[in-house]
């Protein structure tokens, strides 16, 4: 057999091994090529680092999930009700055509949310985030201003709850996260969901210091221009798709930004956490 495009023989094998294993499976009404994808097939393989196995089951776990709930016909209900009820949302890409989601506590109009609308809103964004991917992107970049944050704001259950889904059924989408405006309070939580987080998404994770515009620098060379208005607090100028098409190839990447490194938390003082705030042992690594 042929190597497949950007595939040494042992993986191009094992690609083909997982797509024949998913013959005989109907499929999905709204996705019919969601699972015979090549870039889901690799998504799925290498977040179980190409155990074909484990790659196995936890694609068809996903395929069954998506047949359930229909993902791509979700609709956030609370911003209906109440619009602003989620600050979370799309608001251009980056240079490699990624969508970046940008959210901003102070701007949200609930500040007591539960895991089923967190989880409900953040699977429509992200649903909707795919569509707009241009050809050869399957990554996004998240935006947080922790500008408002409170520890009510920052449950832990709320972001396992989030990451569970993530990790089980959108597995190597993320590209980047870049905090600002973090506080001790953020800083204490982050430290205990990294637990649960595996270390090449947390490795994604970039928090950037209260000096914006110097700490800006550190990750310019990631970020759109456009993208780094809007972190300083300028207007973001969303970038067509059609423009990105023409300036992208096949599956451009690029390289993750490393995390912050334990010192910067040295002066933070710990912060116990409640017992109602706590994750489960056994929460699955978001990956």
Known sequence: MKCLLGFDMEHSKKILELKKRLVGIKPLEDEPEFFNSEETLVRFLNSRQWNINDAEKMLKESIEYRRRIRPSHLDCKWCHDRPGCHSMRQVGFDEAGRPVIYSNFAQANLHHNTTEDTICHCTYLIE???RTMPPGVSTWVFVIDCTGMTIQACNPKLGYGVTQVMANHYPERLGLVICVN???VFQGIWKAMKVFIHPNTSSKVKLVKNEIENDANEIEHKAHPN??????GK???VKKSSELEKQLPPFHNL??????????FEQIEIIDIPDEFKVPDDAVKFT
Do not use: R, T
């Open 128 to 130: 909707n985030a795919k």
């Open 182 to 184: 973090h506080n001790p």
């Open 227 to 232: 993208i780094m208005d809007s972190i300083k």
């Open 235 to 237: 207007v973001v100028s």
């Open 255 to 264: 390289d993750s930004c490393n995390s912050d490194s334990d010192e910067e």
